[in-house]
């Protein structure tokens, strides 16, 4: 049964994958395992000379330029936003993320190996309420045409348009109101896309050598190269928002605002962060409980038994 989470969580068992870096092409062996209150989510590079923990948070991001990357002391960890998406669409916490790598493995290209691995694990709340963050007043950032915003909501909304000029990627919209079952049911399965002649450049250059149909979709001029093609109809936009979902989660905490983002990116996702935490009078840090004296406010509905994406 789904219910109104006051309280932080973490998961109730360790639990572990493996998979490829998107990049590099190398195997890669990561390992979500249960935190302390107030811990927060962080990565720990464990194939370095000496662990080095970044916590996932805006201002230890380094790279927005092919992906999301955070970094901490000259080291890096490489296509969080996948992760960070399931760990907020689930309603985690606190969470200690090993990885021997430079990147999260890709997967499948979407969140859902990762939500289905913390259903594997189970989810518990702690005796520490969680902290929201409110957003008092809108705030937009832009760049060209692109825009993104966060406004003043009950609970928090996303919407979402990308246009690609593309006459398989045209115009397409979303809107979510969140929650764990919604993220789990229309969002976490939504696999990354690129162009091929993209993919073929990229590959030149070194990169994208763990790339394949088996985790992104896969465009060329007319038509969608992945045999069993599409998984919605609307694939495109609704990866957007599971990005999207990713990058704001790095303010560190869950917020409660409407995201506006037309046409965004990683880089302008981080930029909208960056914007609201520079104009204290933008947002409030709230407790959870303390909701229930601001009837402007909604929680999103979160269950504790398992899910399936």
Known sequence: MAYT????????QPVRCQGVGLHSGAPVNLVLLPAPVNHGIVFVRTDTPRPVC?????????????ATTLGKDGVKVSTVEHLMSALAG??????????????????DGSAAPFSSLISEAGVREQEEPRRLLVIKKTVTVTDGDKEASLSPAKGFRISCTVDFKHPLITEQSFELEFSDRCFAREISRARTFCFRRD???????????GGSL????VVDEFSILNPD?????????????????????LFGR???????????GHALNQKLVKAVLADPNSYEIVPARKHLELPELRLPELGLEPLVA
């Open 54 to 66: 970044i916590p996932a948070l805006t201002e230890y991001v380094v790279d927005t330029s092919l």
């Open 214 to 217: 088996d985790n992104a979709i």
């Open 90 to 107: 689930m309603g985690l916490d606190n969470v200690r993320v090993e990885l021997d790598g430079p990147e999260v493995p890709i997967m």
């Open 199 to 209: 993919v073929e450049m990229l590959q030149k250059m070194g990169l994208a050598r």
């Open 254 to 264: 869950p917020v409660m605002g409407h995201l506006k983002a037309f046409k965004t």
């Open 5 to 12: 989470s006051f309280n932080q969580r973490t998961l109730l």
């Open 229 to 249: 093609g599409l998984r919605f109809a609307d694939e495109f936009v609704r990866h957007k928002i599971l990005d999207a979902i990713g990058d704001i989660s």
